[in-house]
């Protein structure tokens, strides 16, 4: 398992330093050849852009807070407070004031390079973040509002300083010593972040921080352009402009990945605490029911009549225990959900008393949280054919119905009157872990007729 860690480094660390190498003589080239600095008049793409990179740095902020809301790591906290502010700034000072045509004036102009100052200040702090933070969503509120209050500081502060402050054109072939500085400090603190990222993948293996990384060289680059044609005008498209699209697409691609992670690690975690109650509640009950007769026999208790209930309970502690096993190996993520089910089933049949045929149509696909709520749902289901329906055959399905995904457990058992007979706690069991998948639940029963359940996916 290291070896192929150590191999997946490798190959990462290898394709940065192309992609390093790459844009390094193409930023090299562009420098030896001042007639490639070119820019050009369009402010209408110029606007398309910014906005682009403002919404992605929003959907960037977006997930990564509901990855926080999860997880609680410092490291997404200061990633949704940097990138909310790319994305607040991006709106307000570069997206907004220009609308309908107008151009961007100095204080709006101003006030965007020191959101940009500090939302990639955040993010190269979050390079080397570590921890946890216990109030996630007071955490969250404090940031934000931290965030929105030094912009709104900051343009401020800007507007009061009057029209003093003035905006470069990349055609004038000025190079302002302040606006020179303040977008090399973004670049160089692009390039700390890049570097945080770097090293944090190398000691953590972690998927995102591999993306950040690259996502940050390429921001980096980016960054250097504007260096090198310093203009903080909304009228041209600079060959930076570009650069920051592909790494903006890049650092969505990122975040998506980990929070699809965090979404089935909080899952499991949560079914790990499911079958710790179960086991908990039932089999504890069997070993306490062993424990009991036990002591009966010690104290000169029949043991003709008590032998057969010990061993009865000495069985169902056994059959308990191996399917709390089972529950606890499928929810690890170690085995994909269709052995896992597979494999449930060859248990529950191996003593002949119930046959299983289960149908996964090719092709069907479900999220990992819908995995764990549908192979306990499944679980669930043909657990109470086994003990309660007196059923000798039953059939599973999950498949696609009417361009639907479905899950359908039949048997045919005694079958019972919903009307009669009210819902045990194993049917709300089953009923809540549908809806906690925004699925619909059904279930039709008649008796002498078996019963059916029926569970309709999310689209």
């Not at 006030?111 to 990639?120: D, I």
């Not at 030094?150 to 990349?170: F, K, M, Q, Y």
């Not at 209930?309 to 308990?320: D, I």
Request: charged share 20%.
């Amino acid at each position: 398992m290291e070896r192929a860690r150590t191999d997946a480094y490798t190959s990462w660390l290898v394709g940065l330093v192309f992609i390093v190498l790459a844009l390094g003589a193409t930023t090299g080239f562009f420098v030896a050849n001042p007639s490639l600095q070119a820019s050009y008049a369009l402010p209408e793409a110029r606007l398309v852009l910014e906005t682009v990179v403002a919404l992605a740095a929003l959907a960037v902020a977006v997930l990564a807070g509901t990855r926080f809301s999860v997880e609680g790591q410092r490291i997404d906290l200061l990633l949704c407070a940097g990138f909310g502010a790319t994305a607040i700034g991006g709106i307000c000072f570069e997206v907004v004031p220009v609308l309908g045509g107008h151009v961007v004036q100095p204080v709006e102009a101003w006030a965007g390079l020191l959101a940009r100052v500090t939302a990639v200040s955040l993010v190269a702090a979050a390079a080397f973040a570590r921890g946890r933070v216990a109030e996630r969503k007071r955490a969250l509120l404090a940031v934000g509002a931290s965030v929105v209050t030094a912009l709104a500081t900051a343009w401020l502060a800007l507007r009061i300083s009057g029209d003093s402050l003035a905006i470069v054109e990349p055609v004038d072939g000025t190079r302002p010593t302040v606006l020179g500085l303040g977008l090399a400090l973004v670049a160089l603190l692009a390039l700390v972040a890049a570097v945080g990222f770097g090293v944090r993948y190398r000691r953590e293996r972690r998927a995102m921080d591999s993306w950040l990384a690259v996502a940050l060289t390429l921001l980096v680059f980016a960054d250097l352009h504007y260096v090198l044609t310093p203009s903080l005008t909304s009228d041209y498209l600079l060959q930076g402009d570009l650069l920051r699209v592909l790494a903006y697409g890049l650092l969505l691609v990122a975040v998506w990945r980990a929070i699809r992670a965090a979404e089935f690690g909080h899952a499991v975690s949560e079914e790990r605490a499911r079958v710790a109650r179960e086991i908990h509640d039932g089999l504890a009950q069997y070993l306490f029911a062993i424990s009991t007769h036990v002591s009966m026999l010690a104290t000169g208790a029949s043991l003709e009549k008590t032998l057969p209930k010990l061993q009865l309970a000495a069985e169902e502690a056994q059959q308990e225990a191996k399917f709390a096993i089972l529950a606890l190996s499928s929810a690890s993520g170690t085995a994909s959900f269709d052995a896992a089910l597979r494999r449930y089933v060859d248990f529950l049949t191996s003593d002949g008393q119930l046959e299983v045929d289960l149908e996964l149509e090719p092709g069907v696909r479900l999220a990992p949280d819908e995995q764990i709520e549908v192979f306990r749902i499944v679980q669930e289901s043909l657990a109470n054919v086994r003990k309660h329906a007196g059923a000798r055959h039953a059939e599973v399905l999950i498949g696609v119905r009417n361009g639907r995904r479905v899950v359908r457990v039949r048997d045919d058992g005694e079958g019972f009157d919903g009307g009669e007979k009210p819902a045990g706690q194993g049917l709300k069991n089953m009923r809540r872990r549908a809806e906690s998948i925004e699925g619909g639940f059904s279930l039709s029963s008649r008796p002498g007729q078996g019963t059916a359940l029926e569970v309709m996916l999310r689209a």
